[in-house]
């Protein structure tokens, strides 16, 4: 239950930002879905890995306060139920672009 409310309002965030960028630019939400939806699913998986600037940030913080070395992993990747709705936003706003523009494709 509270995976499916977390992936509810992930995808409602992201349809947000998709209609508020549809307006800002004046183009149709569907024309937009398709990079907001990728813009969304590279920043959350950015934010989710353990090697971004971020966490190097905070661990230098913590290094320079306490003066021991903090000791780091190799890069990771944690897969939350966001990403994934990202990815589930993105692969329905590519079907969808793809079947209403079919003919501009092919």
Not at 42 to 61: E, G, H, M, Q, R
Not at 72 to 92: P, Q
Request: hydrophobic share 55%; net charge neutral.
């Amino acid at each position: 239950m509270k995976y499916a409310i977390i992936m509810i309002i992930t995808l409602a965030v992201i349809a947000m930002v998709n209609l508020a960028m549809a307006s800002l630019f004046q183009i149709s939400f569907l024309d937009a879905s398709f990079l907001v939806g990728l813009f969304a699913a590279v920043i959350l998986y950015y934010v989710n890995s353990s090697n971004n600037p971020f966490t190097k940030s905070i661990d230098a913080d913590i290094q320079s306060e306490t003066g021991i070395k903090v000791q780091t992993k190799r890069g990771h990747f944690t897969r939350g139920v966001s990403f994934y709705a990202a990815l589930t936003y993105l692969a329905g706003a590519a079907i969808i672009t793809l079947v209403v523009y079919w003919d501009l494709f092919f």
